[in-house]
């Protein structure tokens, strides 16, 4: 409020309003901004506490639920020959390839033709495997490269596909399969008459004697396993022959030059190891974490924003507490995280014994698999343990709530004094009008009384 620089007085009312105003909003401006900064350090302090917790928690659940410990690995010692890929459900072994045969294509070629020539009129009945469709050559479109156009463009074509070759004595019509296998054999019946030259194009693999001769034979791909069992696919992937493993079959073996391949499927034990070094990389941020959020310097008097904080202290023993309690229907040789070789040490932080981890995974890799990512395991434990303190009803997220809701109140405070500050000010500034209009009176009246006053 300001009614300008001229007043009766003299008196600069503005900036003495101002000043009496200022000097009773101030401390108690002072004192909800002074609360508001310490709400948001101690909200920002549990956002890092929760992170922290949230990370080893995801880390755990991730572990359950991706069944880590179902994770193989499968090396060929050859993979010129074949390529293998590999789920959960192999089971760990060692397997010979004999790769015997290579799916294939069947492929037909007629006799030689003048392309310039018309073939006449007719049908060709065309089948791949059991499906087949028919094609209808009129006169007017009866060269060879009609025909392979009317073969392709048929709606009703199920996979075969015409071509031309050209030779010393003239061109030929290749039709061939898109797809691999006995059971995709081409066969045409010609629909002409008898001395038409579309009977050239007749091909059945169970006559003796066709128009068409056979430039590739159609073929399933064949491998022996173990010198005893005969597997055999319509492509070049064998598929679950071995359980859980693929095989995709690249080139021959002869017994000679390219030996039968020897396969191999393995537990991962790497992932799993790495897995667990994450977990307690995990832990030791969290503990690192929670060491400077809580921690109290009695000679410099410095401290943590949540120092004191009995989430901090309950979160950090229960994990501690989880780390070295057996686990209730363990496996005999694992009950503890200690057992695993995953040890506290003195600064509260974990560190991993090789030693001991490498033998576990290697001699009892399912009992690590249980103890760990079971249905009961340790993953389980602390998942939940966690979520307690960091789920939607976790004692983080209550704290945060409580002071989100101060946060509202000295919004509401700071709105309270506004408003009181508007009224204390226009109340002062009246006053202080009130008292320039008189001052302003009386020197008036002054003035009169002198003016009459004999000079």
Known sequence: MNIGSATASGLDINSMVNKIVDSERAP???RINEQRGQISTTISAYGQLKSSL????????????NDAFSARMVSVDNDEVLKPSVDADAIPGKYTIDVQQLAQSHKIVSGSFDEKDKLGAGKLSIALGGRHFNVEIP???????????????HPANTGVMASLIKDDVGTRLVLSSDKPGED??????VDAPIASTLQKFGFNPNNELNSMSEMQAAKDSKVLIDGLAVVTS????????????DLNLEKLTDGIDVKPVVLEVAYDRDSVRGAIEQFVQAYNQFENTSERLAKFDPQSQEKGPLVGDSIVRIANNQLRAAFSTPLEKAPESLSTLSELGIKTTLEGTLE??????????????????????????FARKIEELIHAHTGITGSIRSRENSLNDQVLDLNSDQDKLNRRMDSVQKRTFDQFAAMDNAMGKMQSQFGSMMSMMPQ
């Open 139 to 153: 006169e007017n479109e009866s060269k060879v490269l009609d025909v392979v156009r009317l073969i392709n463009r």
């Open 54 to 65: 949230d990370v080893m928690k995801d880390m755990m659940s991730d572990f359950r639920r």
């Open 184 to 189: 995709n054999t081409i066969k045409v019946k």
């Open 234 to 245: 319509q492509n070049n992937v064998i598929e679950d022959a071995i359980k859980g493993v």
């Open 28 to 30: 108690k401006e002072a």
């Open 352 to 377: 991993i014994d090789y030693k001991v981890l490498d033998k576990h995974l290697d001699r009892n890799f399912s009992d690590v698999g249980e103890f760990l990512g079971g249905r009961n395991g």
